[in-house]
Structure formats: C-alpha cells, structure tokens
C-alpha cells in the first residue's frame, strides 16, 4: 500500500512536469500549427542557462531564475524570426524536418558548450517545502514543481481568457486568414506565441534538471515524451496537456513499479498508438478529423 | 542514328512523351557509360576505404528510394524508416541464421516481412493525415525499437546476430570489391523498379493523393489501398536495404536502428529532392560523405596529441552541421540536390539565353 501511494505521488509529480513541458509544445501549435521537434532542446537549454547562472556567474537563485527566463524566452522570438519565418505558407514536412534540423543544432551546440556530462544544480530548495503525511514522504522539488505547475496553468490560462494578445492568439489558431484581414498583427502573434513557449519549456527543463540532474540527452528526449501527452490531451488545450501528461506520468510510474522497468518508457507510445487510432483528437482536443 | 538533343523548350505531343524516362538519346549514352564505369573502372580504382563508403552509399541509397516514394511522391511523412531498416535487417539474420535461407532467398524475403510490417504501421494513414499519421509513425519507430531489444528469444537482444557469409550459387562473396557488385547491382534494379513504378497507375495515384487526396478520393482513387501500397513498397525497400547492410557488417545488434537514423534517411530525401528518384541517391551520397568527413575529421584530431582535446569537442559537430544542413536546404533550396541539378543542366542548355 505504501509503495502503492508513494508510485501515485511519483507519477503525479512527474506527470505535472509532462504536462508543464507539453503546454509549451501545445501553444506553439495551437497558434502557428507547428509540429515542434525541438522542444526537448529548448527545455535542456533553459536548464544550462540556469546551470551557467548559478554556478559560473554565480547569481542567487532568483537572479539567475529570472535572467535564464529571459534568456529562453528571447531564444524564442530568434528562433522564430530566424527559422520559422521563412517557412509560413511552405508544406507541412518542410516545417516540421526544419524543427528537427534546428534540434540537431541545439543539441551540437549544446554538446560543443557543456559536453554530455551529468550536472546537479547546487542545491537551494528549503527543506520545510518537503511534506511528511503518514509515513509517505514527498521531497521539496515535487511540492515545487507541482506549484509552479498549476501557477503556470492559472497565468496562461487568465492570458489567453482576457489579455488582448491572448485572445489574439486564439483568433489566430482558429483562423489565420480572418484573424489577418480583423488586424491582427499575426506574425507578432507568431514570434510571441514561440516566445512564451520557449520561456514555459525552460521552466520545465529546470525543474526537471533539479530532479534527474541535468544532461543533454536525458533532458532533449524528454522533447519526444510530450508527444504521447499532447495526443492524449489534445493538441491544441492546455488544460488537456496537464492531464495528459497527469496520466502518462502516472501510467509510466505505474508501469515501471509494477511491471517492467524496461517497459516504462515505451507504454507511453504503446498507448499513443490506441489513441490515435481510436480518438486523434484527444480527450479535449477540437474535434476537426477529416476522413480520407 | 542521329543522336537527339535537348530541345530549348517544351515540344511534348504525346503522353508517352511526358512518361519516359530519358528525354534524349544522349541521356540513354551517358547512363550507359556511366553504368559502365561504375561496374568496370570504379571498383578497381578505389582502395578497400573508398569501396567500403561505396557500399554503404549503395545500400543506404535504396532505402532512402523508398522513403521518398512514401514521402516525395505519396506525402506521408514516415519517421519510422530507421526501425524497419532495422526490421529487414532483423529479418534477413534470423532468416539466414535460424531457418537457413541462402543469401538471394533471404533478401526479397526480409523485404516482404517489412513491407508487412511497414503496411501494419501504416494502417492508421487510413484515419489519419498530416501531423497526427506523423507522430503514429513516431510511436511505431519506438515500439519496434523496444521489439527489437527485447524480443530476446528471436532477436538475442543486446548480443545480436551474427551472420552467415554471403554465397551466391555457390560463389562466396568475401571482400568489399566482390560486394560491391552485389550493393550496386541491387542499387541499380531497385532504383529501375523505383522509376518505373513512378510512371505507372500506381504512382500516378500516388502523386494524386500527394497533391489532394480529396480530389483524388474524389476521381475514384481507394485512397486507403493506395497509402497502404505505399507504405508497403517504401518498407519493402527499406527491409531489403536492411537486410543488405546486415549481411555486409556480419553482426547485428538493435543499436543503429534509432530514431536518428529515421531522421537521416529523412534528411537524405529532403536535401536530396522530395519527388525525385535520383535525388534520393544524391541524398543518400550527401549524408554518407557528411558523416565520413566529419569521421575522419574527428579521427585527424584525435591523432594528434596536442589537439586531442580540440577532437574530443567536435564530436558533437556532426550533429551541428548535420542540424544546419537540414535547415539550410529547408530554407533556401527546399527541392533539394535534384533541382539544383536541373537548374545547373538547364542553364547549360539555354545558354546564352539562360535566367
């Protein structure tokens, strides 16, 4: 039993890190319908950034915290700009092999500068955020990261319900062409919309460096887990990638306790099959499947 | 005969025209010395290196054929080519070691189990398109990569296989030059095969589907079939190449069949041409020639002591320009070497009229 309930808050906790993780991949698509296959590099990178902030230039945590946002989230809008632009308009296999030559690159880049080793970050977290309840003990970083989980949700979820630029890139995601011709400033949208996601998927890399420590690898294959979350949740709601990624987190823990550790990591895509071929759009996603 | 030349503009009459395969005469002369070359000067002029980066290419070069018929000509985006590269080269080792097939039994033979599996994967096309069919080809990638590893009974997991010497009647194929007949004859016919299926109903429906598949719904295409040939042939293509590539590195382990790879031999159509044959070989001769640049480059570094730390630090470089090759060619030649090639060609013809 306690094994049992210390799986369940495991899988909840990683789970809130897939969805925090999805719901920066889901915004990219929900405004400009790209496919984003570099999104685990972008989460390695916020995860360096604040690496190289606290312990080279030895910033305190809230310093560095926020310089590594920034930094993510004006990696964002250079992406875009740079990389995307070109390509609006352009066939679907073109946008979405760009992202996986840009994920190549990163991740070069990203070896070039801090090599494969393993990282831990120095640690900094309060030990009274950890909580004991009746001999299950949940350490300080799951407490964090579901905080910053759902406070995220919340800050998204009052941007896009009643910031104009939020509901610009609703217009957007539902019709660019009408959205363009109401005046809306639809490659600001863009650049904006793979800004925040950039800022969303750093957070998420550092969480998730604070738990496993941070590496290249470990950290850019987290990019190719989201996939089975976003389909299960949808992919275009960011409510959905929270409970997507809720229930792939639990199913891997689960799987991994119980029945094979080998396993663990492929049920995720054993299970995206059987959506896909029973519900493509998810559990919350518009439902828009056209039969050919 | 009079040899014909190149016309300086469009004079087509006839749809037989518009379908063949060489425009001029002096297309059919020049394969024909090139053919020729290739089989009677190349394979005595290269040292054991240069025949070794000669095979892969061969090899690596049908199953990018493949991936472009699914992905330049019927537009299905497919990133599981690696895992069934592996699964024909699976296939081909257990057949050759288990039930006994002989080498010219056990090739097509791995290429129709993976055309088998290939068509498995591919029916969820029938539902859906696009993105969705994208990231279900991804899961099938995984799922056989995990098959792979640990169906220890059939596959001896992490040990691998080890492979029987090739012999073809009788004939023991041993050094690189005697299986470089072997890689480039296989090249030649797949890629005849690959043209010629291209210009037939089969591949007209395929570009059909490519180009809108309501329409083509709509003009009586079973769009469902077609996708699902599709699928077929590109697997079939790509276990054939696997199962050259395991006979020709004699052991096999599930280690190669990564997601990478599924990525390269993407990359390979893309910078190659999408929709062109020859340009899935350009493709396939690119990525080969990057990766044993940036080999041998790495390899230079390392050797010599003072800048041994310098070799280790570029390790990673392959992936970087690999990355920027990628999204180079994306950004500004998106139809690849091929097109490149016909505007080069063409320029040439029209000169000095040339734009």
Partial sequence: MEFFVQLLVNGISIGFLYGMAAMGFVMI??????????????LAFGAFIFLTMVTWAGLPVYAAFLVSLTGCFLMG??????????LIGEPLIYVIMLTVGLAAIFKGLMLLIWGGNLYIYP????????????GINIPPVYVLSTMIGLLFLVILGLFFKYSSQGIYMRSVADNQTAALSLGVHVRGVFALSWAIAALVAGMSGIVLGIINGINVHDLSSVGLKVFPVVILGGLDSIGGAIIGGLIIGLLETFTGGYISPSLRDVVPYIVLVFILLIRPYGLFGLVEIERV | MKLQLHPCGNFKERYEDELTIFETDYGRLWLAIGLSMLFGAVPFASGPYLLYVLNIIAITSIAAIGLNILIGFTGQISLGHGAFFGVGAYAAAILATQVHFPFLVALPAAG??????GMIFGIPSGRLKGLYLTIATLAGQFIIEYVLIHWDSLTKGTRGIVLPPVSIFGMEIIDERQYFYVTFASLVLMTLIAVNIVRTRYGRAFIAIRDNDRAAEGMGIPIFKYKLLSFGISSFYAGFAGALWAYYMTS?????????????????????GMGSIAGSIYGAVFITGLNE??????????????????????????????GFAIVLFIIFEPRGLAEVWRIIRSSFRLWPFSY
């Fill in chain 1, 29 to 42: 698509f929900k405004s400009s319908s790209v496919l984003n296959f570099a999104h685990g590099e972008l």
């Fill in chain 1, 77 to 86: 809008f250079v992406i875009e700009r740079l990389f995307l632009r070109p």
């Fill in chain 1, 123 to 134: 640690d900094f977290l309060p030990a009274n955020l950890s909580i004991e309840w009746g």
């Fill in chain 2, 112 to 117: 129709l189990i993976t055309a088998i599996v």
């Fill in chain 2, 252 to 272: 096999i382990t599930a280690e190669p069949f990564t997601l990478g790879l599924s990525v390269e031999y993407i990359a390979m159509v893309i910078i190659g």
């Fill in chain 2, 293 to 322: 640049t940036l080999r041998w480059l790495t390899d230079i570094f390392m050797n010599i002591d003072a800048l041994q730390g310098v070799g280790l630090t570029i390790a990673p470089l392959r992936e970087l320009v690999f």
